[in-house]
Each structure stands twice: as C-alpha cells, then as structure tokens.
C-alpha cells in the first residue's frame, strides 16, 4: 500500500505533519479528514521531491491564475471532468503563460493526483490560501462555487497591489522624468547662456548667481550624485534581504503619511478577504486564521496577524484578539463583533474587504489628482526660475545700452 508524507493543519490550528498509508490520495486525504485534519501537504514517499518537466519554479501572474480558475469553475459547473476543462481552458488560453501553467496541471492530474496537489507540484507558486480553498472545494464537492470566489479573491488582491503601485509610480516617474530635464538644462543650456553674462564682468541678480552654482556643482559632481544613488539603491536592495530589517522597514512605511494607510488599507482587505473565503468554504478558523496571515504583504503587519491567530488558539474571541493586537480600525473591529454574535462571519469580512478596497481605490483617485497639479507648478516654478535667471541679466544689459 503507498505511504504519503502530510502536513495538516489539526482543529487547534497547528501544523502537524506525519505519514498516513492509503490505496491513492484520495483515500489518503479521506483518511485526515476523519482525523479533522486539513491537509496542507500531501504527496507518496516514492515521490518526494516534485520534479517538473516545465521548467524552474516561477512566480505565478495573479490575473493570470484568476482568469483560468474562472474558466474552470464555469466548464466544471457546465459538467466537465476536470480533465477535459483543462485541456479546453488549454486550448483556448490567451497567452503561453496561461498554458503552460494549466499543462503543467494536467499532467499531474493525469497521473491520478487531485487538482490541489497537481497545482502544488506545479512549478507556479500557487498561494497557500488558493491550496487551501481547492483541497476543500474538491472534498465538499463543490469546487466550481470555490474556485470562483476563489478567482474573484485573487482579481480583487490585485486590483488594490495595482492601485497602490499606480499610486506610486505615476507622481515618481513624473517627478523623474522632470528632474532629468532639469538636469539636462544645467548640464547644456544654462552654461552656454550664463558664459556670455560672466565675460561681461557686470553684477549678476541672485537668481542668476544661483543657477549658474547648480549648473556648475551638477556639471562637477553629478555623476557622482548619480553613482552614490545607485549604491544607495543597491544597498537598500541587499540591507532588506533580512527578513527582520525588512519588518522594521516595513512598520516605518505604516507611519508614512498617506503611503502608511494605504498598505494599511490593502492588507486589511487581503486578509479579511483571503478569511471570509476561506471560513465560508468550511476551513476551520485557526488554520484558515494562519493561512490567511500568509496573504499580508505587510511583514510587520502580518506578525500582528499572527499574533491574533495566538490569542485566539488560547481561546480569545476574533473580536478581542484584533483589539488586543491593535490590528485594523474600529470599524473592522465592530464588523467582526457583529459577525462572531450573528454567526455570520465570513459575510461580515467580505463586507469589510468590500468596505476597504472601495476607500482605497477612492484614496488614490483623489491623490492622483491632487499631485498631478501640484507636481506641474513645481516644475514650472523651476523652468520659470530659470527663465529669469536668463532674462533678467539681459533686460539689464539692454537698459544699460
């Protein structure tokens, strides 16, 4: 009889790992479910290692991964084997990413394994939380219902990430682009005019005086400026490979005006989502508590959540845990209160990620077009600095002639 190695997540919450013998996986999976584990892992001895015929494991695209799960649940709903909705999705795939991601699927189901383990030995990584979510849809038969809440949780988590980073980017890369502009004028414009006010040996305005110092320190120094950034990024980049040095930075981003409350925002929504998805899909709290403590980005965050799913493995309600934790705002407190004395939870945190993400997108609507103004008088203070820097030497030129 084959022999499988497990790691399960017991009704407490922990994560157990053993060795169960059973006739196939299936029988493997029915055997912990008996035992009130939820598996987390499971594959034989014989096979310990997965290896892959598509190559290295590679980091899976989220808009990607929701559109074929969608695609699945509708071709499953439709009466579909899961083996024919994946050649079909196959088929029909709009990208090579797309199909080799189900390919790699597909041979694994074809060799017997169930669809959470195919996409385990796959070498996309598929988040913990979708592992969970499709081992419970496949043994509550009803995994076309899973798999769509399934895609519109990872749809939604991407929406906010691109937001956030929308948000980020766009003032960033303006800001750049008119910096290299600026450097550029000092760089060749200013000097060629400046020299004809210099030769002349009359007094120059303070203006004057002034831009020409910037055109000379960056005509001097600013490949060295340029170098030091570099070094610095570089560093930054390498400094926060620590895991520990990463938490500490990512808490200061939490204290940063406007950037602090939208990560605060998005992984309030992830993480309410990723556990409303998972408890109402049956997971039992504390396992569904750690896994979707995994979806926080937020390193420091997520230590908090963490800390949540321990007061409430000591037996502390939802509710108190959070507020114990100090973990999201008092309107997620109240919304989970509620949900734990309806028994209603899993909506209420819907709810609440619905709530989150809606304030976030609107947060950054609104800095958006607050910047966009602002970043272009500032550069046009600066163009206009330099105008007079020019004009008013040559006004004075004119009125002494």
């Known amino acids: 009889m084959p022999t499988f190695d497990y790691a399960a997540y017991d009704v ?16 493997a999976r029915r055997i912990l479910k008996e035992k009130k584990l ?12 997965p290896k892959s015929r598509f190559g290295r494991s590679s980091k899976v695209n989220e808009f990607d991964l929701s559109l074929v799960l969608q695609q699945q649940a509708i071709l499953i709903q439709s009466g579909l084997p899961l083996e024919d909705a994946m050649r079909m999705t196959i088929e029909q795939a709009e990208t090579d990413r797309q199909k080799r991601m189900v390919e790699s699927w597909r041979s694994e189901i074809i060799e017997g394994r169930s669809f959470s383990e195919a996409m385990r030995r796959s070498p996309y990584k598929i988040p913990e939380s979708v592992l969970a979510g499709v081992g419970v849809g496949e043994e509550s038969g009803h995994l076309h219902t899973v798999l769509m809440r399934l895609a519109e949780d990872i749809e939604t988590s991407a929406e906010n990430k691109k937001t956030v980073t929308r948000a980020m980017i766009y003032p960033a890369t303006l800001l750049g682009a008119s910096m290299l502009v600026v450097a550029m004028m000092m760089v060749w414009v200013v000097p060629k005019i400046t020299a004809i006010f210099i030769s002349s040996n009359r007094e120059l305005p303070t203006i004057t005086k002034i831009i020409i110092a910037i055109s000379d320190f960056t005509q001097q120094y ?63 709290a504390l396992a569904a508590l750690k896994i979707s403590s995994a979806v926080v980005s937020n390193l420091y965050m997520r230590s908090k959540m963490e800390k949540v799913t321990e007061s409430m493995r000591r037996g502390t309600s939802l509710q108190k845990a959070l507020e114990e934790n100090q973990v999201g705002s008092g309107f997620l407190i109240h919304m989970v209160g509620s949900g734990e004395a309806s028994s209603e939870l899993d909506k209420m945190l819907m709810r609440v990620s619905e709530y989150y993400s809606l304030r976030l997108s609107n947060a950054v609507e609104v800095f958006l077009k607050l910047i966009n103004p602002i970043l272009i008088i500032f550069m046009g203070g600066i163009i206009l600095s330099v105008v007079a820097a020019v004009m008013l030497p040559i006004m004075d030129m004119g009125n002494m002639v």
């Open 12 to 27: 407490s919450g922990k994560l157990v790992d053993g060795v169960v013998s059973a006739d196939s996986e299936r029988h």
């Open 38 to 49: 939820l598996p987390s892992k499971l594959s034989e001895v014989a096979s310990s290692a």
């Open 222 to 284: 600013g490949l060295y400026v340029l170098l030091v950034g570099i070094i610095l990024v570089g560093f930054s980049s390498w400094f926060l490979r620590d895991t520990e040095r990463r938490r500490r930075w990512h808490q200061v981003v939490l204290s940063m005006p406007g950037l602090g409350r939208w990560t605060t925002m998005a992984n309030v929504a992830d993480w309410s989502r990723s556990l409303g998805v998972l408890l109402s899909n049956g997971v039992p």
